[in-house]
């Protein structure tokens, strides 16, 4: 006769609560916590440019752990945090190499263990609501589920995850080529993981299901297959506990100039007060989406008589101007949209630049040249500025919906 579950004890598993379903993963969930304190690293070379990746570790005094191999001997670098949009970071490259001027902060290196390759790096500020990733108490086991966040060189994305497990905690001896026909050795405690790493991700924190730093990116091995080594956190507090960065004290950060928000420039006195003000309100919203829409009027093309008169009478030479002159103006204004009329000679150019072209239909410049000839044309300019505004707010698509 087969065993029966008494009936009392049936009833009493049907009554009991069903526990909530996690619709996020370990994984996701440490992510999103140590996401917005992971840095990319631009550092100088002879050769050109160096990138890596790096972690806040300390808020209060601006401190960032990366690499030594990431800036090497430079006394300063770069450093970029993700911006955000829609509770997502930016993970396109050219977001952040266009946007250079504005979003950089400026580091120097303040303390060097060439030894277990780590280096710790003061930012002149820090972005409002970053935090410090805390570091972990002791080393992982191996078996531990670890996760790992880095900017991989070969790859057009910035801020990647990787899920990894902890193979073995061990010191080791190794050697590297840190620059071409520089190779240095090193040697530190490391946590050697399955995690597929790649160049430009070093620096980067390797962290436990706590988001706590257990380790910083070393890099993966050449010639086998899911073997990373990272350098062990504890390898990092005696780093912490020398004098150079004891001695950083906590100071008023830096304060970085805020980039004014974007309004008509009418000197021509082409739109009328109202239009102007409508078309303000609407830049400051485009602002506030991190788009900046440059809209100018001039009387007559800034330059001399001579190449005025060119201009007057040669399209080529006026095209060839207008483009030189619209682009230097959006360098200026640090512009992501660039429309530039002038009255003397009759001539309108508009640009757009960086990864504003990836977030517009392939024919918006069309469109907005069509729509402003038109309403210059038929006397309606006030139409015109209205109408462009309005093209550029219905066909702008966010990043992530493009393919």
Same mark, same amino acid.
């Given at each position: ?182 190779? +240095? =050795?090193?040697?530190? !405690?490391? *946590?050697?993981? $399955?995690? #597929? &790493? ?6 980067? %924190? ?34 912490? +506990? =020398?004098?150079?960065? !004891?001695? *950083?004290?906590? $100071?008023? #950060? &830096? ?6 928000? %974007? ?141």
């Amino acid at each position: 006769m087969p065993a029966r579950w008494p009936l009392a004890l049936l009833t009493l598993a049907w009554l009991l609560p069903l526990a909530p379903a996690d619709d996020k993963s370990e994984g996701s969930k440490v992510y999103k916590k140590a996401v917005p304190s992971v840095v990319w690293i631009h550092s100088k070379r002879d050769s050109g440019l160096a990138t890596g990746s790096g972690s806040l570790i300390d808020k209060d005094r601006r401190l960032v752990l990366t690499n030594y191999h990431v800036v090497l001997d430079n006394p300063s670098a770069k450093v970029f945090f993700p911006y955000f949009r829609d509770g997502q970071p930016v993970a396109e490259k050219d977001y952040y190499r266009d946007r250079a001027k504005r979003l950089a902060i400026d580091a120097r290196v303040v303390a060097l263990d060439k030894k277990a390759d780590l280096a710790i790096l003061r930012l002149d500020s820090i972005p409002e609501g970053a935090e410090a990733i805390p570091l972990a108490t002791g080393s992982p086991d191996p078996g531990d589920t670890v996760h790992s966040i880095g900017s991989a060189g070969k790859s057009d994305a910035l801020f990647g995850y990787v899920k990894g497990a902890v193979r073995q905690v061990y010191k080791k001896e190794w050697k590297a080529e840190v620059a071409p026909k520089r190779v +240095a =050795t090193f040697e530190a !405690k490391v *946590v050697e993981t $399955d995690s #597929p &790493t790649n160049p430009g991700d070093s620096g980067g %924190p390797l962290l436990n299901a706590k988001g706590e730093l257990v380790g910083v990116t070393e890099g993966g091995a050449l010639n086998a297959q899911l073997l990373s080594t990272f350098v062990d956190v504890s390898e990092v507090k005696s780093l912490l +506990a =020398t004098r150079a960065v !004891k001695d *950083v004290k906590a $100071d008023k #950060p &830096t304060v970085k100039k805020e980039r004014a928000v %974007p309004t008509v420039s009418d000197e021509a006195k082409l739109f009328s007060d109202e239009a102007v003000k409508a078309a303000n309100t609407a830049l400051a919203e485009l602002f506030k989406g991190d788009l900046d829409v440059m809209i100018e009027t001039h009387s007559v093309a800034t330059t001399d008589e001579k190449e005025l008169d060119d201009l007057r009478k040669k399209k080529d030479v006026r095209d060839a101007y207008m483009k030189r002159f619209t682009r230097s103006r959006m360098v200026l204004k640090e512009a992501d949209v660039g429309i530039v009329i002038v009255k003397d000679p009759k001539t309108l150019y508009v640009e757009l630049t960086g990864l504003a072209e990836k977030e517009f239909p392939d024919d918006i410049v069309k469109k907005l040249v069509a729509t402003l000839t038109d309403g210059l044309k038929t006397n309606k300019p006030d139409d015109a500025l209205k109408n462009v505004i309005q093209i550029i707010r219905d066909t702008r698509k966010p990043l992530k919906e493009k393919k």
